[in-house]
């Protein structure tokens, strides 16, 4: 026979999480860190004022002279081709311009008996009708002769 157990009194345990054995240190810095920082880089700049430049209360001339001037560039027009071209054009059109003159010629009189140009008609190949269940035929041709192979 099977023994029973006795009912006992069961004390409750929290888990025992990866979280709670984990530490990880802040990434942010505190408010009272950053005002640290603040003063010490307001502490570590101070203004140094520079000596009383005497030049100016004698009124002498501060600023450089002025550089001399260069002279201003002269533009050049462009020798382009089109130019060239238009102007030869011209001077063909005058010398071209001799009035037409309309010569007849004669009509071809072969024309005017038969069809001149047009290729004969080729006569295709007449098409012989087949049924569609010619893979079964194939199929049983192929029977057949394994047949007669057997005999």
């Known amino acids: 026979p099977s023994r029973l157990l006795k009912p006992q009194l069961t004390n409750p345990k929290t888990p025992c999480l ?4 984990r530490l990880r240190p802040p ?6 860190e950053l005002e640290n920082e603040e003063i010490a880089k307001l502490q570590q700049y101070r203004f140094k004022a520079q000596e009383l430049n005497y030049r100016i209360l004698e009124g002498g001339p501060l600023l450089p002279k002025k550089p001399p001037t260069k002279e201003l560039t002269k ?3 462009f020798n382009l081709e089109i130019e060239k071209r238009i102007q ?5 059109k ?8 309309f010569h007849s010629r004669p009509c071809p009189t072969r024309i005017l008996e038969d069809v ?12 012989v009708p087949k049924s569609p269940a010619f893979a079964l035929k194939n199929k049983v041709g192929a029977l057949v002769r394994e047949e007669k192979k057997e005999k």
Do not use: D, M, N
Not at 88 to 92: D, G, V, Y
Not at 94 to 101: K, L, R, T
Not at 116 to 127: F, M, Q, R, S
């Open 18 to 21: 990866e979280t709670k054995r």
């Open 75 to 77: 533009p050049i027009g």
């Open 94 to 101: 005058v010398q071209e311009e001799e009035p037409f003159e």
């Open 116 to 127: 001149v140009g047009v290729p004969e008609k080729k006569t295709l190949p007449i098409t």
């Open 27 to 32: 990434t942010c810095k505190s408010a009272a």
């Open 88 to 92: 030869e054009r011209e001077t063909k």
